[in-house]
């Protein structure tokens, strides 16, 4: 099944730095998530966006819905060392009830 | 507070056992699903279910198979395990489309199956 193209793989960086990650598709989606899995967990949902455009916050972490509506991006800043784990977006079509996962972004960041 | 629950964290099989993994929701969800996570590979939906009795296959079904017979509970079997079936296993639930939406899936926190 198709996934969602998530960038980059991975990524080390310094605590205090800001992050970006983003998602792209070659089809059109109506809602896009982000969830974070916690090393040894399950992901867990960050953030939810519902119209193209839309640009959404929670705490330190931005994301926005592409006006394409083929992509979209998170941001972190200043970055703490808990926010350790892979990151992964997901995207929901018109219709159905099944979520295209990213392939998720590692994060390390170092004290 | 509401929950996925996995029966195991860490699961050791030998190669050839019937393998069994449970999964339990207490949010009255309709839909339920079985993930694999491998590095590099991201989630790989494996089968999931719109309904009690209800499955339908996912992207890599072959030596899997899944039974819910109530509402709150999905099971994944591994007929035969194998080696190549050494993985996280991810269970999650949503409710119907609508409220998806809103609070996307909930995962469990995964069974670490090694097949031995």
């Known amino acids: 099944g198709q996934q969602l193209n998530q960038s980059p793989q991975s990524m080390f960086i310094q605590e205090g730095e800001d992050v970006s990650m983003n998602c792209t598709s070659s089809s059109i989606f109506n809602t896009w998530l982000w969830y974070k899995q916690d090393p040894g967990e399950g992901p867990v949902l960050l953030i939810a966006l519902y119209k193209a455009g839309e640009l959404t916050s929670n705490g330190r972490l931005t994301a926005q819905f592409g006006i394409t509506r083929k992509d979209s991006f998170l941001n972190i800043s200043a970055s703490i060392p808990s926010d350790v784990g892979i990151y992964f977006c997901?995207?929901?079509?018109?219709?159905?009830?099944?979520?295209?996962f990213g392939e998720g972004t590692q994060l390390t960041v170092n004290p | 507070d509401v929950k996925v629950t996995q029966s195991s964290r860490y699961l050791v099989k030998r190669t050839g056992e019937k393998v069994f993994l449970e999964c339990v929701q207490d949010?009255?969800?309709?839909?339920m699903f079985w993930y694999r996570q491998d590095p590099g590979l991201g989630l790989r939906l494996i089968y999931f279910?719109?309904?009690?009795?209800?499955?339908e296959k996912g992207d890599i079904p072959e030596g899997y198979s899944v039974s819910r017979e109530k509402k709150e509970r999905f099971s994944l079997i591994l007929e035969s395990a194998s080696t190549n079936q050494t993985s996280m296993y991810l269970c999650?639930?949503?409710?119907?489309?609508?409220?998806?939406?809103?609070?996307?899936?909930?995962f469990g926190s995964g069974t670490r199956l090694t097949v031995v």
């Open positions: 279910s719109y309904d009690v009795k209800m499955k």
């Open positions: 997901a995207g929901l079509r018109a219709s159905g009830s099944r979520l295209t």
């Open positions: 949010m009255d969800h309709e839909n």
């Open positions: 999650a639930s949503s409710p119907i489309r609508q409220r998806l939406k809103n609070y996307g899936y909930t």
